[in-house]
């Protein structure tokens, strides 16, 4: 079946590093691919998105490229700031159908 | 507008009693979701409705678990009876289907601490 496989964390930063968190995915056919963010206390909440190969998806300084030829859909940014600590949760659509399924989260702290 | 309303947001109860959590999706949509997350298994999905019909309830632990969408603004997770293992983070999400983009909007979760 589908599955999401992400970097493992947490990741430790200071405040304007550059920022990585791997993602990569089994599926058949053409998923639309997805980043979630979570702050502490509440749900996930859209942070970006692409629907077909080589589509970028950004937002709020984020971005991620789909990847059909190495299955991958990493997160980055250029410069995080404190405000950026979350856990991440990389999320796969499969082809023909709204069933989502999320990878693990990579809890993500950003430092002074 | 009023997002996804889960309830309670917290419950502490026994070993052995029923719980019964409770969702309000988002008005208009027509899929709904609910995911369990704890630390050891991260965000599983239990089961997801479209139009108050169960479409896939492959994820749905054990005979304990159920879930019911009598209308379009109401569903309940229900567990009996609850088990320590059951402690976990029940999260609902609804999104549309038309011109769906893909995005799930989730409430803020119902804490559960079975004891």
């Known amino acids: 079946g589908d599955s999401v496989t992400q970097m493992e964390g947490p990741v430790t930063l200071s405040e304007e590093a550059f920022l990585t968190i791997n993602c990569t995915y089994t599926?058949?056919?053409?998923?639309?691919l997805f980043w979630y963010v979570q702050y502490p206390g509440e749900g996930l909440q859209l942070l970006l998105k692409?629907?077909?190969?080589?589509d970028k998806g950004s937002n709020k300084g984020f971005e991620a490229t789909y990847r059909k030829e190495t299955t991958s859909f990493h997160l980055e940014k250029g410069s995080v700031q404190v405000s950026d600590s979350a856990v991440y949760f990389c999320?796969?659509?499969?082809?023909?159908?709204?069933?989502?399924?999320f990878g693990a989260g990579t809890r993500l702290f950003v430092k002074a | 507008d009023a997002g996804v309303i889960q309830s309670p947001r917290h419950e502490v109860t026994e070993m052995g009693q029923e719980v019964t959590l409770r969702c309000k999706p988002i008005?208009?949509?027509?899929?709904l979701f609910w995911y369990r997350q704890t630390m050891m298994r991260g965000l599983e999905l239990l089961i997801y409705?479209?139009?108050?019909?169960?479409?896939?309830d492959s994820g749905m632990p054990e005979d304990r678990f159920s879930a019911k969408m009598p209308n379009a603004s109401f569903s309940t997770l229900k567990i009996q009876p609850s088990e320590p293992r059951d402690s976990a983070v029940y999260f609902c999400?609804?999104?549309?289907?038309?011109?769906?983009?893909?995005?799930?909007?989730f409430g803020e979760g119902s804490r559960l601490t079975v004891l």
């Open positions: 692409a629907t077909k190969a080589d």
């Open positions: 008005s208009g949509h027509d899929y």
């Open positions: 999320a796969l659509r499969g082809s023909g159908g709204f069933k989502t399924i």
């Open positions: 409705f479209n139009n108050n019909v169960p479409i896939d």
């Open positions: 999400a609804s999104t549309p289907a038309g011109a769906n983009t893909g995005e799930l909007f």
């Open positions: 599926a058949t056919g053409y998923p639309s």
